[in-house]
């Protein structure tokens, strides 16, 4: 079984403590990533609560990924399409 990395971070004034067997390099642009949502919606609507924003958050972050998906899956179709 790998060894678990730890990190503690910051996301809306809330500590965190991040394990997993991910790099620290990879746990730090994760809780980057998760960071630069949570402020970009405080900035827009800092009257919301916590568990919104980080609602809010999660849910650009899943329509960042099903549009990455998306256009990965239009590459693998264009590349086939291609040979």
Do not use: F, H
């Amino acid at each position: 079984m790998a060894e678990k990395n730890v990190l503690r971070v910051n996301l809306d004034g809330t500590v965190y403590t991040l394990k997993g067997e991910a790099s620290m390099e990879r746990l730090r642009e994760i809780s980057y990533l998760v960071d630069k949502k949570i402020s970009g919606i405080r900035a827009l609507a800092p009257g919301y609560s916590s568990g919104k924003v980080a609602m809010l958050a999660a849910l650009q972050l899943a329509e960042d990924m099903l549009t990455l998906q998306d256009e990965y899956m239009d590459l693998i179709s264009a590349a086939d399409i291609a040979n």
